[in-house]
C-alpha cells in the first residue's frame, strides 16, 4: 500500500507564501516524477509544477517565478514554496507521484488527499 499525504495549506494574505509538503509512505520501491497540481471551484484540475527524479522542474505559466517545486529523494518527500500568492492561486492543491511499489511490474500515478489553499484579504 501506497499513501501520498500533503501538509501545509492553509488561509493566507495576497502578497504572502505557503510551503506544501507531500510525503510518500508504504511499499514505495522507487519515485518517478513527483507534482502538484490544483483545482479551484468550478475549474478542471491543472498541473501547476513538477519535478523529476534527477531535479529537472517545470511549472504553470502562472506560477513561474512564484512557486518552487524541490524533493528529497532519500525521503521520499516532495515540496511546494509558494510566494507572492494571489486570490486567483485558492484551490485545493494535490499531491501527484508515478510510483513503482514493490513487487510491482508497472509504475502507476498515485495522488493526495488534497489541502486547501486560500488566498484572500
Known amino acids: 500500500q501506497v499513501q501520498l499525504v500533503e501538509s501545509g495549506g492553509g488561509l493566507v494574505q495576497p502578497g504572502g507564501s505557503l510551503r506544501l509538503s507531500c510525503a510518500a509512505s508504504?511499499?514505495?520501491?522507487?519515485?518517478?516524477?513527483m507534482g502538484w497540481y490544483r483545482q479551484a471551484p468550478g475549474k478542471q484540475r491543472e498541473l501547476v509544477a513538477v519535478?523529476?527524479?534527477?531535479?529537472?522542474?517545470n511549472y504553470a505559466d502562472s506560477v513561474k517565478g512564484r512557486f518552487t517545486i524541490s524533493r528529497d529523494n532519500a525521503k521520499k518527500t516532495a515540496s511546494l514554496q509558494m510566494n507572492s500568492l494571489k486570490p486567483e492561486d485558492t484551490a485545493v492543491y494535490y499531491c501527484n507521484a508515478n510510483i513503482l511499489s514493490r513487487g510491482a511490474q508497472w509504475w502507476r500515478d498515485y495522488w493526495g488527499q488534497g489541502t486547501q489553499v486560500t488566498v484572500s484579504s
Open positions: 519535478i523529476t527524479s534527477g531535479g529537472t522542474t
Open positions: 508504504g511499499s514505495v520501491s522507487s519515485i518517478n516524477a
